[in-house]
Nanobody, 124 residues
Framework: HVQLVESGGGSVQAGGSLRLSCAASGHIYGRYCMGWFRQAPGKEREGVASIDSEGTTLYADSVKGRFTISKDNAKNTLYLQMNSLKPEDTAMYYC????????????????????WGQGTQVTV
């Protein structure tokens, strides 16, 4: 079981930037996929960006060109750089990780992941 702790959320004006971090306790071995999800009030949780153990990334259309997902293996940390933020980006942001070989069509699906952080609020 991997524990995930998000940080970096806050309030920012439209057009601004934030960088979210997700620290994972323990090492994650082998193949895996990590993702960022968000949930706005009254809406379902949606996948925002994902990255697999080989560094391949995938983004939701709504954030392409504005958000960048990355990871630092030495620090066991996942990042989400968010630029050009819009009011519609306001949500609780969660990171998640799942081990094993996962097909790309599952990388942005909530049901793929069993390990979740507690979330960090982003308000634009």
């Amino acid at each position: 079981h991997v524990q995930l702790v998000e940080s970096g959320g806050g309030s920012v004006q439209a057009g601004g930037s934030l960088r979210l971090s997700c620290a994972a306790s323990g090492h994650i071995y082998g193949r895996y996929c990590m993702g960022w999800f968000r949930q706005a009030p009254g809406k379902e949780r949606e996948g925002v960006a994902s990255i697999d153990s080989e560094g391949t990334t995938l983004y939701a259309d709504s954030v392409k060109g504005r958000f960048t997902i990355s990871k630092d293996n030495a620090k066991n940390t996942l990042y989400l750089q968010m630029n050009s933020l819009k009011p519609e980006d306001t949500a609780m942001y969660y990171c998640a990780v799942e081990t094993g070989r996962i097909r790309p069509d599952g990388w942005l699906l909530e049901s793929t992941y069993r390990n979740w952080g507690q979330g960090t609020q982003v308000t634009v």
